[in-house]
């Protein structure tokens, strides 16, 4: 029975790291994407400011 256990730890590891990397590579992506908009919006939002025109209108989030 003990080493019956030991198998299933053995065969759940390589599901667990490839999640956590899943995880990790899938957080990544998002706070990548979410710091380039920002920067994108502030970039956008000092060329308007530099050629007097008024703030964009916020982007509505669905």
Do not use: C, Q
């Not at 995880?23 to 920002?38: A, G, K, P, Q, W």
């Amino acid at each position: 029975m003990d080493n019956f256990w030991v198998a299933a730890f053995w065969s759940l590891i390589p599901t667990v790291v490839v999640l956590g990397l899943f995880l990790f590579i899938l957080r990544s992506v998002v706070r990548m994407d979410r710091n380039e908009r920002r920067t994108y919006a502030k970039v956008e939002a000092e060329e308007r400011a530099k050629r007097g025109m008024p703030p964009a209108p916020p982007a509505s989030e669905h």
